[in-house]
């Protein structure tokens, strides 16, 4: 990742201070620039802040967390072509961006980021999508973003970046399946509109993971998936990862 661009992910502190005051969770309205649609959960005062954004050509979810008091943000799962909508969203509340985090390393778009560092929330590896997956738990484990190990209703799926279905249910079920049934589970893509489900809605209705191990990986050794937009052959110059490369 380009200096320039890490560069762009560290804002000079915004001189604007906004109180962040409870709302119900609502969808902000459908507009043509559907990448800037911007969600927000029911939170109590003085919590963490909390705001869930949209990047339309990927169906990709990126996360912004903050502390109230100190007004310290970590930004998760980033996307380049949202890179300065989000950034102008932490100007707006008058944040500061200490920290950017992957839940994986991403072939169906380019991430925003290129660090990746273990802070303000617990890590919990989670392989089997690819071999590099981790999740982010809250502190009171009432919020995990599980990228594409875990979705709503689904999983990642497990055909390239050394995926693996067996370690795939081995990581939904010992990671985030031990989580309290009312964690929140924050995905790094939805394809219908959903926004947010729980450990205990997954447990009970994902119709992949409440198979046995056998019939989960039947399940996902015969999807086939056609490979991501933005994921090329290597040889052709872009940068790789993983034995993948994206295109950039």
């Given at each position: 990742m380009s200096a320039a661009l890490l560069h762009r992910l560290k804002p000079a502190v915004s001189v604007a201070s906004r109180v962040w005051s409870c709302k119900?969770?609502?969808i902000e309205p459908s507009s043509a620039a559907a990448s800037v649609r911007l969600y927000s959960g029911l939170m109590e005062p003085r919590?963490?802040?909390?705001?869930?954004?949209f990047e339309s050509e990927s169906s990709t979810y990126t996360y912004l967390l903050a502390d109230a008091d100190s007004r310290e943000?970590?930004?998760?799962?980033?996307?380049?072509?949202t890179v300065d909508r989000d950034l102008q969203l932490i100007n707006d509340l008058g944040l500061t961006l200490k920290v950017a985090l992957n839940t994986h390393c991403h072939a169906d778009h380019i991430t925003g980021t290129g660090l990746l560092k273990k802070k303000c929330l617990t890590v919990r590896e989670t392989p089997g999508h690819t071999d590099g997956c981790v999740t982010y738990v809250s502190e009171d484990e009432?919020?995990?973003?599980?990228?594409d190990a875990l979705l709503i209703r689904g999983c990642g799926r497990t055909d390239f970046q050394q995926g693996s279905p067996h370690r795939l249910y081995e990581s939904v079920h010992k990671k985030i399946f031990t989580l309290p049934g009312h964690c929140f589970i924050y995905p790094a893509h939805d394809y219908k509109g959903q926004t947010v489900s729980t450990v205990d809605e997954e447990k009970k209705f994902n119709p992949r993971l409440t198979k046995t191990l056998q019939e989960f990986v039947n399940i996902m050794n015969n999807l086939n998936l056609p490979k991501p937009k933005k994921i090329v052959l290597c040889g052709t110059g872009p940068q790789r990862v993983n034995d993948v490369c994206l295109s950039l």
């Open positions: 119900p969770p609502r919590a963490p802040l909390f705001r869930q954004l943000a970590v930004l998760i799962d980033p996307v380049l072509e009432g919020m995990a973003f599980t990228g």
